[in-house]
Nanobody, 122 residues
């Protein structure tokens, strides 16, 4: 079981920026960010693979969000720029200890989840 702790959520104005952090216990694993907004359901936002560091993004955030990892701290980040009201959601960090989830956005492939952090854009 990987323990995940998210931070960095908050409220920003349209066009603003936030950086989310997710600290993980144990060894380096593939990690991802998902979000859930009322009336929209769960959406995979971005993923970064443990092996090779490949990154993937939802079409709705491409060019605006960047996922990265600090292996020394076993922490993954989500830099969110040019935020829009439609980005408002609860954001969750997820981990796949077994590696190489394919496709990356399939939530059931991630076995460990953080508690979530709220992002509100107005």
């Amino acid at each position: 079981q990987v323990q995940l702790v998210e931070s960095g959520g908050g409220s920003v104005q349209n066009g603003g920026s936030l950086r989310l952090s997710c600290a993980a216990s144990g060894s380096t694993v593939t990690m991802a960010w998902f979000r859930r907004a009322p009336g929209k359901g769960r959406e995979g936002v971005a993923s970064i693979y443990a092996a090779g560091g490949s990154t993937y993004y939802a079409d709705s955030v491409k060019g605006r969000f960047t996922i990265s990892r600090d292996n020394a701290k076993n922490t993954v980040y989500l830099q969110m720029n040019s935020l829009k009201p439609e980005d408002t959601a609860m954001y969750y960090c997820a981990a796949d200890p077994n590696g190489c989830p394919r496709p990356w956005y399939l939530s059931r492939l991630y076995k460990d989840w953080g508690q979530g952090t709220q992002v509100t854009v107005s």
